[in-house]
T-cell receptor, first 113, second 111 residues
Framework: ETGVTQSPTHLIKTRGQQVTLRCSSQ?????VSWYQQALGQGPQFIFQ???????GRGNFPPRFSGLQFPNYSSELNVNALELDDSALYLC????????????FGQGTRLTVV | GEDVEQSLFLSVREGDSSVINCTYT??????LYWYKQEPGAGLQLLTY?????DMKQDQRLTVLLNKKDKHLSLRIADTQTGDSAIYFC???????????FGAGTRLTVKP
């Protein structure tokens, strides 16, 4: 157990809809990173939040957005869902921006139909 | 190359040693990681190594780093059936906040 929890565990959405995924970071951690893991591939970095500010972004379009709250939990929002957005979405928390160790949650499996 | 590269599959007998190899992209990467992923689960941090080290040992796990060749390996001694999983290597760049992952190596341990 890493202490990082994600909800929901599974989700089915229709193309064009919007989705919000949630992540509670490990106690004492102020940094949350989001990754997309397509089937059979490694995780791809979406963005990172540090103390409620976006602190780095990968090669994802603006319809992927996020928030971090004062308690350091975080949301990932995806608008105008496409079939290719079907993936496992992972969040990872760490105790600072460049901290050595990042601990992952169990992920949210999103299926877009 | 631009991608972190790993061989896709490895099969070993229980009790043997497993060696999983990885080639990363950036010689300035500061930390190199090994994560384990079991079916339907998230990623479990196994171990990591700082780029100024050549080797790190942690119980059954040994990490070797060849910085000149940008080559990282993970050796699992006395491999058990519970070690069957997908293993990802990842690099962290000094000025970036993200980790770049390989596609993963599926380790199968046969009894």
């Amino acid at each position: 157990e890493t202490g990082v929890t994600q909800s929901p565990t599974h989700l089915i959405k229709t193309r064009g809809q919007q989705v919000t995924l949630r992540c509670s970071s490990q106690s004492g951690h102020n940094t949350v990173s989001w990754y997309q893991q397509a089937l059979g591939q490694g995780p791809q970095f979406i963005f990172q939040y540090y103390r409620e500010e976006e602190n780095g972004r990968g090669n994802f379009p603006p319809r992927f957005s996020g928030l971090q709250f004062p308690n350091y939990s975080s949301e990932l929002n995806v608008n105008a869902l496409e079939l290719d957005d079907s993936a496992l979405y992972l969040c990872a928390s760490s105790s600072s921006r460049g901290n050595t160790e990042a601990f992952f949650g169990q992920g949210t499996r999103l299926t877009v139909v | 190359g631009e991608d972190v590269e790993q061989s896709l599959f490895l099969s070993v007998r229980e009790g043997d040693s497993s060696v999983i190899n990885c080639t990363y992209t950036d010689s300035s990467s500061t930390y190199l990681y090994w994560y384990k992923q079991e079916p339907g689960a998230g990623l479990q941090l196994l171990t990591y190594i700082f780029s100024n080290m050549d080797m790190k040992q942690d119980q059954r796990l040994t990490v070797l780093l060849n910085k000149k060749d940008k080559h990282l390996s993970l050796r699992i001694a006395d491999t058990q059936t519970g070690d069957s999983a997908i293993y990802f290597c990842a690099e962290r760049h000094p000025n970036n906040n993200d980790m770049r992952f390989g596609a993963g190596t599926r380790l199968t341990v046969k009894p």
